[in-house]
């Protein structure tokens, strides 16, 4: 029992982190109805850049409790600057053309990083600097919770909350809803389609970033390939939660992990 | 005496693609009057609002909106932009934002307003045009029939204190009883709040009703142009367009 407990929390702590990610899908395809494939590597770019930030928070010796706040937010920025320039070179050319040319592109932007990622980076896995010393929470009756865990599922939760309000509170947001709803009627009553549309790359992409940071906070080997698996996970999540559906893709992430975990974490198979 | 035109459409142009939908197409719409486009189906109608609406792009010629006592070339106007001009399009099948509130429909409509009492004065008005809003104002969009669609739509449209309304087949798919009610809305709003509205409609009986003026395409062409009256009294136009 306590081994499906923990495995349970496990998967919940990992969930968080695919729903973040699903989340990119989801909004994206909300706006574009495009299957955003280069997902999976900006959550991969997210963790490249927050082991750079965290490398010098870690020179400059900043005090502990500030570098992992410093890592996730350096690791945003990069990730919302990436997100803006994948959707303007990228995709917006080819708002016109049909569906199928759109994905495709989006593979090839996917390779691109793949691939130019081990050019600048290089193939090996790096060591995702220490951000946050590991402690244990709760370790009672087998069941360990630490403090990377629930760091890693607080912060989830709190960007989900904030993505939350504002899609649904704030002018932008409701203008995200109204794009995913009928983009000929929002231009109609003024809303520059185009701009919504970077909007909600740099959103995806942000939260992707966020994915990566906390990753590696748990699983710190980072390397230019290691956002495949991810984010075909993530993408199944999406569709799990309904594709285009933003709490479907929250819910979807935590329910395919945990649901993975609880049924095959205590077997001798070794999945991702 | 006549008014001056505020809007202009001269020898326009568009095609999708391969297919010509307006073969030079000169238009005029004078201020608080409400101009009726006839027509059968694929005579060009919906295109004419669309292009004046920046929806499709031109071809050829001109579309001139006059606005502080100077001409405004509306060509090549992206179409987010329109509506600053104080032009509303309410397009064919309503096209309401199926998953937000009537509310939030009605906000959307003022998207670019910033003046607060203003935007509130205005939903209490649309709210007092058509009751049926105001009874499901947190409803979804998508769960209204579909004469309160298109009310929420023409709602919508108001909200952005337009000077023109462009109107694409409002009675399309709605009951007869409501097809009343809405003409007769429309007519109120030219009446009590001055607004020129150009109406696009199949059913030209009702149009002719409440139109000052109208013009019948056919192929996208102008097969004929005048004042209600002469059109109903025409025969070409009872025999084609108003069964006989």
């Known amino acids: 029992m306590s081994t499906f407990v923990q495995q349970v929390l496990n998967g919940l702590a990992w969930g968080s982190v695919y729903a973040l990610i699903a989340l990119g899908y989801t909004m994206v395809y909300g706006v574009l109805k495009l299957i955003n494939f280069a997902h999976g590597e900006v959550y991969m770019m997210g963790a490249m850049a927050g082991y750079y930030v965290g490398r010098w928070a870690q020179k400059a010796e900043l005090p502990m409790p500030l570098r992992l706040p410093v890592t996730l937010l350096g690791a945003m920025a990069a990730c919302a600057v990436l997100g803006f320039l994948i959707e303007r070179f990228a995709y917006r050319p080819l708002r016109q053309a049909n569906r199928l040319s759109v994905l495709i592109t989006a593979i090839g932007v996917s390779l691109l990083l793949q691939n130019g990622g081990q050019l600048v980076f290089g193939a090996d896995p790096k060591y995702f600097p220490q951000v946050l010393s590991y402690s244990e929470v709760v370790n009672t009756g087998g069941v360990v919770l630490s403090n990377i865990q629930l760091v890693i599922m607080v912060t989830a939760v709190a960007l989900m909350a904030a993505l939350n309000l504002f899609v649904q509170k704030t002018r932008s947001g409701r203008a995200m809803r109204a794009v995913a709803n009928d983009k000929a009627a929002a231009q109609l009553v003024g809303i520059s389609v185009d701009r919504i549309i970077s909007l909600t790359f740099v959103i995806g992409s942000v939260l992707a970033a966020a994915a990566g940071v906390l990753v590696g906070l748990s699983n710190p080997k980072v390397d230019p390939l290691m956002g495949i698996m991810p984010g075909l996970k993530a993408f199944v999540a999406a569709v799990l939660g309904g594709i285009g559906n933003i709490p479907g893709a929250m819910l979807g992430g935590r329910a395919a992990r945990a649901g993975r975990d609880a049924g095959l974490g205590d077997r001798p198979l070794d999945l991702p | ?244």
């Open chain 2, 1 to 244: 005496m006549e008014a001056a035109p505020i809007l202009r459409l001269e020898n326009v142009r568009v095609s999708y693609g391969a297919v010509r939908a307006l073969c030079g197409v000169s238009v005029e719409v004078r201020e608080g009057e409400i101009v009726t486009l006839l027509g059968s189906n694929g005579a060009g109608k919906s295109s004419l609002l669309r292009a004046i609406s920046g929806l499709v792009p031109l071809l050829e010629g001109r579309i001139v909106l006059r606005r502080d006592g100077q001409d405004v070339d509306l060509r090549g106007v992206p179409a987010h932009q329109i509506v600053r001009h104080g032009i509303a399009h309410v397009p064919e099948g309503r096209r309401v934002f199926a998953s937000l509130s009537v509310l939030e429909n009605l906000e959307m409509g003022a998207f670019l307003r910033r003046d607060g009492a203003g935007i509130r004065a205005d939903l209490d008005d649309v709210f007092t045009l058509f009751p049926r809003l105001a009874e499901r104002r947190s409803q979804r969009a998508e769960t209204l029939s579909g004469g309160e669609q298109q009310m929420l739509a023409i709602g919508r449209a108001l909200m952005s204190r337009p000077r023109i309304l462009l109107m694409d087949e409002p009675s399309l798919g709605i009951a007869p009883l409501l097809v009343k009610t809405i003409f007769d809305t429309i007519r109120e709003i030219n009446v009590e709040r001055r607004m020129t509205i150009v109406v696009v409609e199949q059913n030209a009986r009702v149009a002719l009703g409440v139109a000052h003026r109208g013009y019948v395409l056919e192929v996208g062409e102008i097969a004929l142009a005048g004042s209600a009256a002469d059109l109903a009294g025409n025969d070409e136009v009872r025999k084609a367009y108003l069964g006989g």
